[in-house]
């Protein structure tokens, strides 16, 4: 069974930054790509980060590229996502994701199969 629990969610103003973290318990972490995934509202979940199981490959979002930046600590089976510059925009629910996909940094939502709770973040202009 494996189990994923996000925290450092928040409110925040425009410009300011936030780190989520979310760990992994009950399979070696290794064996797993990781994602993160946003839902603003009622819009559909969008994969906005995502990172190999050894972390040589990412993805980003062009609505994040350049601002956010995913991570992952193997030892400590955390995944990390450093979001710079926040926007309005960037106000939604952020839920941690892992695919047994390891070889690749997942984009599409079906390729998860395990997720987390969600962290709530909320940025103000």
């Known amino acids: 069974q494996v189990q994923l629990v996000e925290s450092g969610g928040g409110l925040v103003q425009a410009g300011d930054s936030l780190r989520l973290s979310c760990v992994e318990s009950?399979?070696?972490?290794?064996?797993?790509?990781m994602g993160w995934v946003r839902q603003a509202g009622t819009k559909e979940r969008e994969t906005i980060a995502s990172?190999?199981?050894?972390?040589?490959?990412?993805y980003y979002a062009d609505s994040v590229k350049g601002r956010f930046t995913i991570s992952r600590d193997n030892a400590k089976n955390m995944v990390y996502l450093q979001m710079n510059s926040l926007k309005p925009e960037d106000t939604a629910g952020y839920y941690c994701?892992?695919?047994?996909?390891?070889?690749?940094?997942?984009?599409?939502?079906?390729?998860?199969?395990?997720w987390g709770q969600g962290t709530q973040v909320t940025v103000s202009s």
């Open positions: 009950g399979r070696p972490f290794s064996s797993y790509s």
């Open positions: 994701a892992a695919s047994e996909y390891s070889g690749i940094s997942p984009r599409d939502l079906w390729m998860y199969n395990y």
């Open positions: 990172i190999s199981g050894t972390g040589e490959s990412t």
